[in-house]
């Protein structure tokens, strides 16, 4: 399967602890999306990578969130100092810049939650 | 900014028959993406159309399809011969058109709309 993954799958942390999710996106894909889906919500946009630069970020990134790309493969999220409103579903999804509408394939999430 | 908008948070369907999804969506620009994603239950998020704004033909795939009315901004999907397997959470989202910089590669999503379908 060359889908994109995420590790891990779920993720239970106490409040004010630090938490890192990796995202693998599909082989080819130089473009690389985050984002934060609440329950009974659709995702909503955190950050973009195109190959290793991170181009935009939201304002839902607070300072305690950072993403990297170091080598335009995979990407890592971190959640510094989490809080019980961190809790929710985040999705990675990547796209190809040179395919015909850059359609973007989403991982299956990891599941965080802050207790 | 854009929005997308899902005025029906659940729907039903009886197996075998048809349904249609209604998604409206706000925007100044004249040419963007639009996009119906399927999210089963506990299960990753896959594209199930896309539709592309300077098209005016309306995309087909197998048993779904859309009505893209680009006037009035809507862009519903329409479900044939439903099965047990399309129960899910379906969203639209929309995306500019690509070659405008990186913020306009993001999807704005909808809040989605549950879908069962009875046997």
């Known amino acids: 399967d060359t889908g994109v993954s995420q590790d891990p799958r779920h993720k239970i942390t106490k409040r004010g602890q630090n938490v890192t999710f990796r995202c693998d996106p599909i082989?080819?894909?130089?473009?690389l999306y985050w984002y934060r889906q609440t329950l009974g919500q659709g995702p909503e946009f955190l950050t973009y990578?195109?190959?290793?630069?991170?181009?935009?970020k939201s304002r839902l990134l607070s300072d305690r969130f950072s993403a990297e790309r170091p080598k335009g493969s995979f990407s890592t999220l971190e959640i510094q100092r989490t809080e019980q409103g961190d809790s929710a579903m985040y999705l990675c999804?990547?796209?190809?810049?040179?395919?015909?509408?850059?359609?973007?394939?989403f991982g299956p999430g990891t599941r965080l939650t802050v207790l | 900014a854009q929005t997308v908008t899902q005025s029906q948070p659940e729907m039903s369907v009886q197996e075998a028959e048809t349904v249609t999804l209604s998604c409206t969506y706000d925007?100044?620009?004249?040419?963007?993406?639009l996009f119906w994603y399927k999210q089963p239950p506990s299960r990753q998020m896959i594209l199930v159309i896309r539709?592309?704004?300077?098209?005016?033909q309306n995309a087909t795939e197998n048993r779904f399809s859309v009505n893209f009315q680009k006037a009035a901004k809507s862009f519903s999907l329409k479900i044939s011969d439903s099965q047990l397997g399309d129960a899910a959470m379906y969203f639209c989202?929309?995306?500019?058109?690509?070659?405008?910089?990186?913020?306009?590669?993001?999807?704005?999503f909808g809040k989605g709309t549950l879908l069962t379908v009875n046997p």
């Open positions: 999804a990547s796209s190809d810049q040179g395919g015909p509408t850059d359609t973007q394939y």
């Open positions: 989202a929309y995306r500019s058109y690509r070659g405008r910089g990186g913020s306009n590669y993001k999807l704005t």
């Open positions: 082989s080819e894909h130089n473009r």
């Open positions: 990578f195109q190959n290793e630069a991170q181009l935009e």
């Open positions: 539709q592309e704004a300077y098209k005016q």
């Open positions: 925007t100044s620009e004249s040419d963007y993406y």
